[in-house]
């Protein structure tokens, strides 16, 4: 609801040179040239009503993960949580002098815990490196080897299977759209662009991007206190674009949100709090909507629709499907759906009384849903599902992420913050103790956590899983296809509602729902 998305690797990768720069939200300005730049192998399935297409896709590895050096030569230009003022007195200076460096296939995996898993990726939280310790990472979907894949989704849904058995309270396996360039911002000031993982913004405005559009963030930038690896801080500058969260999660908590900016498109600076508001300011202030609008199945009262053991819905002790469906009507955005697929079966959220009976995200669900639990409507301020559906219409990017929270501790997902009472609805985000996700503890605790995404595909709705193609009115007396021995026309939910003519197709799909339960699709 609340998300502080401050920091998601904050250690130091230490070489024979110095210190590699690994803090967060940074966006990098000229292609190292020491090394080479490996693209991580990624899977994409393309789907329509005939079927998938595999493409083989790849993910760069965000360039703040990356070493920051002089240009041409093994010197950095930030060690620890300070920028080399020799080199990079103010931000354009420090731009023409300083490049960041490629990433080859050993560094993925032995020093930022990234490997392939099938036809996607295995995320490690804590990595032993060579040289010191990497916390989490995060990476984006390439189309080409010098642009990401953009994801335009009115009417389309996209789908992928997670493994997050072994994420402990206090994790984030956050998978989800951020409305970035899709050259990474390459320009005359940066030159290292998408491949070198360039260019990212998000909902909340970050301000610990050591590089914006090419220029450093030299300015005003204070290391963070509360960083117990002593390698993050902020800057002046924040980076703003709109942001929908696909998937937020460990194995106890999960929530998707939308986060709409109506008066932007792509990647907007703000400087200061003043502009980009603030977790301890008027967060308000910010031209995209901080706190989004929420679907938290433990905030919204069904504490048993997800989480670890059988007693569960989605059982989180074994791999899922994950299905985001975008809905509109006349070009605009009208309702975001999320269903899982577990062991061949369809899982929807239930109905949710304090989101006005609504099981999916829409306007009327985030007005009931705000007005409930008390809290400010800056979705609809900052322009609602409209917003957001534009965004998505526009082109959106993809990110892969593991993270840990030094700001809040990751309450506003699965515990509660501390400003808030347990016993009000809406306060209780999940069963976790809010100490639990405090990172000077929880890496030492579980650094071996991890998390794995395989099976990613894209498409019309309906097309991804062979499920049905998304909520369906009551059904009227009407036809329905012919029965087979089985049942079940067609011997398949989706072979059933493949034969549904378009005159009665809503009722047709109840009534293949009905006669296909239990039917392997």
């Known amino acids: 609801h609340k998300r502080c998305f401050v920091c998601l690797s904050c250690s130091m990768m230490m070489r024979s040179v110095g210190t590699a720069s690994l803090v ?43 070493w920051n050096h002089k240009v041409g030569q093994p010197d950095n230009c930030y060690t620890g949580s300070a920028w080399d003022t020799t080199v990079c007195p103010d931000g354009e200076t420090c731009a023409k002098n300083c490049a960041v460096g490629g990433v080859d296939q050993q560094t993925w995996e032995g020093t930022y815990g990234v490997k392939q898993s099938g036809n996607g990726v295995k995320l490690d939280f804590v990595t032993q490196g060579p040289y010191s310790k990497n916390v989490g990472s ?79 963030n030299v300015e005003g930038w204070a290391p963070n206190p509360d960083d117990p ?52 300011s008027d967060r308000y202030i910010a031209p995209t909507d901080r706190d989004g609008c929420d679907i938290n199945a433990y905030r919204l009262g069904e504490t048993s629709f997800y989480g670890p053991g059988s007693e569960f819905q989605v059982d989180t002790t074994k791999p899922f499907t994950v299905v985001t469906r975008f809905h509109a009507a006349g070009g605009e955005l009208t309702e975001i759906e999320q269903l899982y697929v577990q062991d061949g079966k369809e899982i929807h959220h239930p109905s949710y009384s304090l989101g006005d009976g609504h099981n999916d995200e829409s306007d009327d669900f985030c007005n009931a849903q ?13 322009g609602g599902m409209k917003a ?24 506003w997902l699965d515990s509660y913050m501390e400003d808030c009472d347990p016993s009000v ?46 909520p369906v009115p009551s059904p009227s007396p ?41 039917v392997m699709v």
């Not at 998937?247 to 929530?255: G, L, Q």
């Not at 109506?262 to 400087?271: R, V």
């Not at 409930?372 to 900052?382: L, T, Y």
């Not at 526009?394 to 993270?403: A, D, K, N």
Request: aromatic content about 8%.
């Open 24 to 66: 967060s939200f940074a966006a990098g300005q000229q292609a190292g040239t020491l090394g080479p730049n490996y693209l991580m192998p990624m899977g994409l399935g393309e789907c329509t009503s005939s079927g998938c297409t595999d493409q083989q896709k790849s993910l760069a590895l965000d360039s703040n993960w990356r």
């Open 138 to 216: 995060r990476s984006y979907l390439m189309d080409s080897t010098s642009q990401y894949k953009l994801f335009k989704m009115l009417n389309k849904e996209i789908a992928f299977d997670v493994d997050v058995s072994n994420m402990p309270c206090g994790l984030n396996s956050a998978i989800y759209f951020s409305e970035m360039d899709q050259t990474g911002d390459a320009s005359a000031t940066n030159k290292a662009g998408a491949a070198y993982g360039t260019g990212y913004c998000d909902g909340q405005c970050a301000r610990d991007i050591k590089w914006v559009k090419g220029k450093a």
């Open 229 to 280: 690896y002593d390698n993050s801080g902020t800057g002046e500058m924040g980076a703003c674009c709109a942001e929908m969260d696909l998937w937020e999660a460990n194995k106890v908590a999960t929530a998707f949100t939308p986060h709409p900016a109506k008066s932007i498109e792509g990647l907007h600076i703000c400087h200061g709090d003043k502009e980009c508001g603030g977790q301890d």
């Open 370 to 382: 705000k007005t409930a639990f008390g809290d400010r409507n800056s979705f609809a301020e900052k």
């Open 388 to 411: 957001m559906g534009a965004a998505l219409d526009r082109g959106m990017v993809l990110v892969v992420s593991l993270w840990d929270d030094i700001a809040v501790s990751m309450n």
């Open 425 to 470: 609805p809406g306060c209780k985000r999940g069963p976790c103790d809010p100490a639990d996700g405090k990172p000077e503890t929880l890496r030492e605790a579980h650094p071996d956590s991890s998390y794995v995404m395989t099976n990613l595909k894209w498409g019309d709705i309906g097309t991804t899983t062979g499920g049905s193609p998304g």
């Open 478 to 518: 009407s036809p329905s296809p012919s029965p087979s021995p089985s049942g079940c026309p067609g011997g398949s939910l989706s072979a059933c509602i493949d034969m549904c003519p378009s005159s009665v197709f809503a009722a047709c799909v109840q009534s293949c729902s009905e006669r296909c339960t239990g």
